[in-house]
């Protein structure tokens, strides 16, 4: 882990060395597939990455299932965080919706959910970081879903139609791998694609240190769009 009195800037210039370092499209979703140019934006990451010295090597290995463990927590939270809202009546009907439904997180349920999460965590250590000490995914799976998307949607099934876009960065708040996502370029649509690098626990130092590493070998020279 860093030194918490060190900037974030000191520890991010430091050399990373040379890493070992394990590449994915393989959606922590089953059953998701990564957009081709998802796909194509994380393979190339993977070359550069490679080209900066760094062992890289593609993992087969299969993501473990984490619902139990994240959907205890998420209503625990937004239950608990509901009640610091100053003007809780302000909130938004799905998400004053989902506080109501939290009542069952609870006591003995988070408690079997944090245990669930230590599990999950030894069996990604296990699976993907035992013979690398960095993973690359795509940050989000798919391209940006069309506006309008959770329009008229309850807390329920807007919670089906997010998990696969969001469930490859939910993965590291239950487990607590520190994760970073950094830019991979633009789809052909114009909207920014990023991948995702996760590390052991305790190790964000070097995922800063990556990602100026890759950002120093070549600057992104990337226009966004302005929407007007």
């Given at each position: 882990?860093p030194n918490p009195?060190?900037?974030?800037a000191?520890?991010a ?9 394990a ?6 979703t089953?059953g998701?597939r990564a957009?081709?140019q998802v ?14 010295g760094?062992?890289?090597?593609r993992?087969?290995?299969?993501w ?6 994240f959907?205890?927590r998420f209503?625990?939270g ?5 009640t610091q809202?100053?003007h ?7 998400t ?12 003995p349920v988070?408690?079997?959910?944090l245990r669930r999460a230590e599990?999950?965590a030894?069996t990604v250590d296990?699976r ?9 995914l795509p ?5 940006p879903?069309p506006?309008?998307?959770?329009d008229?949607l309850d807390?329920?099934?807007?919670q089906?139609a997010?998990v696969?876009y ?6 590291a ?6 994760a ?5 370029g633009l789809?052909?649509?114009?909207w920014?694609i990023g991948?995702q690098?996760?590390?052991r626990?305790?190790?964000e ?14 600057p992104a020279?990337?226009?966004y769009?302005?929407?007007?």
């Amino acid at each position: 882990m860093p030194n918490p009195q060190e900037p974030f800037a000191l520890t991010a210039a430091g050399d990373p060395g040379p890493r070992r370092i394990a590449w994915t499209t393989r959606s922590v979703t089953p059953g998701v597939r990564a957009d081709p140019q998802v796909a194509a934006a994380s393979e190339e990451i993977a070359r550069r990455l490679a080209g900066l010295g760094h062992r890289v090597q593609r993992t087969t290995a299969r993501w473990p299932a984490f619902t139990d463990a994240f959907m205890p927590r998420f209503y625990a939270g937004m239950r608990i965080e509901g009640t610091q809202v100053e003007h809780p009546q302000r909130l938004e009907p799905r998400t004053r919706q989902t506080i109501r439904l939290s009542g069952w997180a609870r006591g003995p349920v988070v408690t079997a959910a944090l245990r669930r999460a230590e599990r999950i965590a030894a069996t990604v250590d296990r699976r993907f970081l035992s013979d690398a000490d960095v993973v690359v995914l795509p940050t989000l799976p798919l391209l940006p879903a069309p506006i309008g998307l959770l329009d008229g949607l309850d807390t329920v099934r807007a919670q089906l139609a997010t998990v696969p876009y969001v469930a490859n960065t939910a993965l590291a708040n239950v487990t607590g791998h520190p994760a970073i996502s950094i830019p991979a370029g633009l789809s052909r649509e114009g909207w920014p694609i990023g991948v995702q690098l996760i590390a052991r626990r305790g190790a964000e130092g070097l995922l800063l240190a990556l990602a100026h590493q890759r950002e120093k070998s070549r600057p992104a020279a990337i226009t966004y769009p302005i929407l007007l």
